[in-house]
């Protein structure tokens, strides 16, 4: 069995990237030993030294750094994306690098790594595995011939998954309480945010959109920041076509559909069954983080971790 934890980041980001490694040797991978792979654009050689120095000295050999490259796809409309980024839909709406990754670990990083493992671990630069773990994730999911194994559920954005549902329901006509199952209706009413998507719709579709009321689907559905995936799930024939629709879609780019919207939703759909959840303690960085806005406290915080 061929595996690899794969973690993409930045140099402005490498503070977190290297409490992420710490937690994810001493509580996981200093017994498995998976080759850990970096996909970064702008990791210096300094960078480079200065990460490695801050892991135990027994796994510094299972680190490696790929340089890769993202960019905008060239069926992109620049134009029209550059005018949808000025809009104020959510929040970090602008950010072209998130769009850019998603396209790439969708599509082209299957073509640079699908041949040379049977699983791919995809980790968050940010995210901390906070308990031991002495079982292997790649057995768990490999052992009951799963595609998916996921630890956290989350809800997404429905101004970023705007149309997934559409899709989906226009492809799975006869299992659509199964789409209804994990999607839920929500009524949007707050003016700014209803003014702000009218114009986005504008834009992308050249055409206003057609009701006054706006009614969006938000799915409930695992989240990628850890997600073990199968190889000839994301490359085989099963997802191909949803996937070529989604790239002639563009909306990675014009709606930020996520990572975990395609590949998630897909798996709900063709093959729920193959799709395990694995519990244990892990957070990402909003979920340790918390900070006064306007006199109000924000935190994200889970209860269980206040107690």
Known sequence: MKTGIFIFTKSSRKIYLKTTL???????NHIHKHNVYILNQDLTKEDKEEILLGIRS??????FFKDIKIQIPENIDKEKLNSILNYNITTEWNNIEYR???????????KDFGDDFDYIMKLNDDVLIEEPIKEDFFNIIDNRANNILFCSMSNQCVFSSFGMYDLLKANFQDNVDKLNSFNSLIKITEDNAISDFKKLHLSIFDKEYPLNE??????????DSFMIIRTSFMTGKKIAPYLNKIKELKYIHYFKWSFSLVVSSLAMMVCSDKVTRCIFKISEEKHRNAYIENGKIISKIPDSYKK
Do not use: A, G, H
């Not at 710490?22 to 996981?28: A, P, T």
């Not at 027994?58 to 680190?63: K, T």
């Not at 706006?214 to 989240?223: G, H, S, T």
């Open 100 to 110: 850019n990754l998603t396209f790439y670990m969708l599509y082209d990083f299957w």
């Open 214 to 223: 706006i009614e969006l689907r938000q799915p409930y559905i695992p989240n």
């Open 22 to 28: 710490y937690f994810l040797f001493k509580n996981y």
């Open 58 to 63: 027994d796994c510094s050999n299972n680190v």
